[in-house]
């Protein structure tokens, strides 16, 4: 026998119940949900990946807590693109949805680049590590920040002028967050990192790819603090980029530790010339 049902008006919402407690909430809702979405691929119009999501909204100090399925819910509406030009009306409808002032959404996918060896051109798939972050407070103004984690090698300078054969390297990453004016291509963040560091990282070398890297690499030495001041660099003079903050880890190769450095724009200041805040406006 079909047990009888009631339906969803008919049951108590516990959520909208009083709480006496009258502390308000800053972020309540669902964390790490698995979702397949399209995101914008500047070479192939769109891509498919799957993402690792989390979506948040405020609740006030009268409420007992938040409808957590509602999330869910307007995530499959929004189904499959998830871009930066959507996360605005998506946070938007969080808001309306779940009656709140301020909402935030996460989305965490691996982004694919087929990236050709750099003799033999021999291709194959990079994949980079990708967020996208929006928050809507309660003016309803919008931020949006788009993030890259770049894999990338390094040789050391010191290495190299101390050693009178060859010089220590290492594989790293670089983490570059940037708010912007105009929608910034992943692929344009990638690559601004990619050329600030010894030599990119590729996902198929031959041998003579192999022999380019290597030579490139040990003709270019840096540290942690020359990849993100050289990153920093080529942002500040972008007009388009109003705030950023990049952060460079090398998992060193002959130490028990990983070598690291950060900058943010709010932390730049000119030495002798124009002010830099002049050129890079936002928050940190």
């Known amino acids: 026998m079909t047990p009888h049902l009631p339906s969803s008006t008919s049951m108590k919402d516990v959520q909208n119940q009083r709480d006496h407690r009258n502390i308000p909430i800053d972020k309540v809702g669902i964390k790490n949900i698995r979702y397949p979405i399209t995101v914008l691929d500047r070479r192939n119009s769109r891509q498919h990946t799957v993402a690792s999501i989390n979506m948040y909204v405020d609740l006030p100090h009268k409420y007992k807590g938040t409808h957590m399925s509602r999330f869910v819910e307007l995530l499959h509406l929004f189904r499959p693109e998830i871009s930066l030009k959507r996360i605005s009306e998506v946070l938007d409808r969080m808001k309306k949805h779940l009656n709140a002032a301020s909402a ?13 060896a750099p003799v033999s051109g021999a291709p194959g798939l990079m994949d980079y590590t990708c967020r996208i972050l929006g928050s809507s407070d309660p003016t309803g103004g919008i931020d949006l920040v788009s993030e890259v984690i770049v894999p990338i090698s390094s040789v050391c300078p010191c290495s190299k002028e101390i050693s ?4 220590h390297n290492q594989r790293g990453e670089v983490r570059l967050s940037t708010r912007f004016k105009k929608f910034i291509w992943m692929e344009d963040m990638i690559e601004l990192v990619e050329t600030c560091s010894s030599c990119e990282v590729y996902s198929i070398l031959k041998r003579v790819d192999e022999k380019f890297v290597t030579e490139k690499g040990f003709t270019n030495p840096k540290f942690v603090e020359d990849i993100v001041r050289d990153v920093a660099e080529k942002l500040l003079a972008d007009n388009n980029i109003t705030w950023f903050s990049v952060s460079a880890e090398n998992f060193e190769s002959i130490h028990n530790h990983s070598a690291y450095a950060h900058v943010t724009s709010g932390e730049i200041h000119a030495d002798g010339c124009q002010e830099v805040n002049r050129r890079v406006r936002g928050n940190p």
């Open 104 to 116: 935030h959404i996460e989305v965490s996918f691996p982004y694919f680049i087929e990236k050709k």
């Open 164 to 167: 009178e054969v060859g010089a």
